[in-house]
């Protein structure tokens, strides 16, 4: 049974930062690229950031435009942990994120959201 339990959400004042992690159980989580969306109320999910799993040599990330230079997405296999490292958090960062898995892929898809096979529930960031 796969589960992806999401957690460091808050609510924060612009400006701020928050840390968001996520822990991957059922999975071998090595084995599988990792990625950050979210959905604001009464918009579709929209991918965030995303990190292959390959070795960390040729570990590589992505980053949604609008995020870019603010947020860094990092892992540790050793934890099968995800994480999200938000700063310079804005009014529109506010949304529900979701942690998803899928199998290896090419890191060009990583911002695919439907090639993800596995979600979390979620957890809410409030900017305001």
């Known amino acids: 049974h796969v589960q992806l339990v999401e957690s460091g959400g808050g609510l924060v004042q612009p400006g701020e930062s928050l840390r968001l992690s996520c822990v991957a159980t059922?999975?071998?989580?090595?084995?599988?690229?990792m990625s950050w969306a979210r959905q604001a109320p009464g918009k579709e999910v929209e991918w965030v950031a995303g990190i292959t799993s390959l070795p960390s040599l040729f570990r590589a990330a992505s980053y949604a435009d609008s995020v870019k230079g603010r947020f860094t997405i990092s892992r540790d296999n050793a934890k099968d942990s995800l994480y999200l490292q938000m700063n310079s958090l804005k009014p529109e960062d506010t949304a529900l994120y979701y942690c998803?898995?899928?199998?290896?892929?090419?890191?060009?898809?990583?911002?695919?959201?439907?090639?993800?096979?596995?979600w979390g529930q979620g957890t809410q960031v409030t900017v305001s």
């Open positions: 059922g999975i071998t989580f090595s084995r599988h690229d």
């Open positions: 998803a898995a899928r199998s290896r892929r090419d890191w060009a898809s990583l911002l695919q959201t439907t090639l993800y096979s596995y």
